[in-house]
């Protein structure tokens, strides 16, 4: 079994806060910062932040902790509440350990050959000054739309590297431990990765969180949910395969209101990792006109994370082109490596063309009222004409008459 762990100088303690959906992103900080940050989301009902199977708490080490808000002040933790009401909040915090406490890492980063297996572990402080249960369990990492990296919702079942987490020791351990925690205090909680034989090499990106228990059958139906965690970096020994591709690309031009100012190309595309590796992509855009007029190049806003088997949407838009005909181009996204991570593997860029039509219909459709203006123009000019000839013919008919 070849396991290693990498830690980092710079500990960080894992925070959340109620949002609209649940998300892990890391936060940067001093020696005294610690955290990975996850919020919460609309999620099912208590009953479902439990997995099938959950067993109760395992052996857990209790250590006492400072008052919450001497902790926060001091050491630059940041923590997730329950609610607003003093009476009844509940503050607590999720960091990566060793079986003695907290060890300052920012997050888990192993290294696990197939069929291998490591352990670690998890402290949850509950900085209130009432005691609190909570649900600790494991899931897949993904990406939200948003770039911010986040845990599948409660109640859904991982498949990937959180399903080969195993909470606890014993006859106790399983996907979810259920700890009570007394007023300040702490509990590190062991759990052990163990990769299968039939693993992928590359990244298999996890978490551990931690969310307060509610009892079965209160009768909700939806609820708030809130959870803090710890991001785990896992990845399977073996051929690292880094690869993006540029897939749905689709080019449309946005004429200006101005017929006399040119419009824009916009681009909107999706890069997906094809590879087994995470990466980030660094994408640029380039458009010319007509034998190469009016070229331009643009570097599009870039993915700071994409996952394996995952993807992300794009789009750039290339301003000051000219409606004058089809236009074309090429889009080029460039793999680069995301933080801390070893990619000991050449990274190619991928292209791929596109093509839009820009036709001055706004230069067009004002050339038409144009012409309808002056068209009209000259028609009130003939009748105005018409008028009066048509009074010059009266006045000499009436002068004619009299001679008579």
């Not at 009953?47 to 006492?64: C, E, R």
Request: aromatic share 4%; hydrophobic share 45%.
């Amino acid at each position: 079994m070849n396991v290693t762990s990498r830690r980092t100088a710079r500990p960080r303690r894992a925070t959340a806060h109620q949002a609209s959906r649940q998300r892990l992103t890391r936060t940067a900080g001093t020696a005294a910062l610690v955290g990975a940050l996850l919020t919460g989301a609309l999620a099912a009902p208590a009953a479902a932040l439990l997995a099938p199977g959950a067993h109760a708490a395992g052996p857990v080490s209790a250590t006492g902790a400072a008052p919450s808000g001497t902790v926060l002040a001091a050491a630059g933790r940041a923590a997730a509440t329950t609610s607003d009401e003093p009476a009844t909040r509940t503050t607590w915090a999720v960091e990566p350990a060793t079986a003695e406490g907290p060890d300052g890492r920012v997050s888990y980063r192993l290294t696990v050959d197939p069929g291998g297996q490591a352990v670690e572990h998890v402290t949850v402080t509950n900085f209130s000054d009432h005691p609190a249960t909570f649900d600790v369990y494991a899931s897949d990492g993904v990406v939200t739309a948003d770039g911010q990296f986040d845990l599948l919702a409660a109640g859904t079942t991982p498949t990937d590297g959180g399903s080969w987490i195993t909470l606890g020791e014993g006859e106790t351990a399983g996907p979810t431990q259920r700890v009570e925690i007394a007023a300040e205090s702490s509990a590190t909680i062991p759990f052990t990765v163990v990769v299968p034989a039939d693993a992928t090499p590359g990244d298999h990106p996890a978490g551990v969180v931690a969310a307060p228990a509610r009892a079965e059958g209160d009768g909700s139906t939806v609820t708030f949910d809130t959870r803090v965690g710890a991001r785990l970096h896992l990845r399977v020994a073996g051929d690292l395969a880094p690869a993006l591709a540029l897939t749905d690309v689709r080019a449309t031009y946005e004429p200006s209101w101005n017929p006399f100012a040119p419009g824009s190309v916009r681009v909107e595309y999706t890069v997906a990792n094809e590879g087994n590796v995470r990466l980030g992509a660094d994408t640029q855009a380039g458009v010319a006109g007509l034998f190469g007029w009016n070229a331009r190049e643009v570097v599009a806003p870039a993915q700071r994370e994409v996952l394996p088997g995952q993807e992300a949407d794009g789009t750039v838009v290339l301003d000051g082109v000219w409606p004058l005909g089809k236009v074309s181009g090429d889009l080029t996204t460039t793999p680069l490596v995301v933080g801390d991570d070893v990619v000991d593997v050449a990274l190619s860029p991928t292209t791929t063309s596109y093509g839009a039509w820009a036709l001055p219909w706004v230069q067009l459709g004002s050339l038409l009222v144009l012409v309808g203006l002056v068209l009209g123009a000259l028609r009130a000019r003939r009748r105005r004409e018409a008028r009066t000839q048509a009074r010059i013919e009266a006045a000499v008919a009436a002068r004619a008459a009299q001679r008579t």
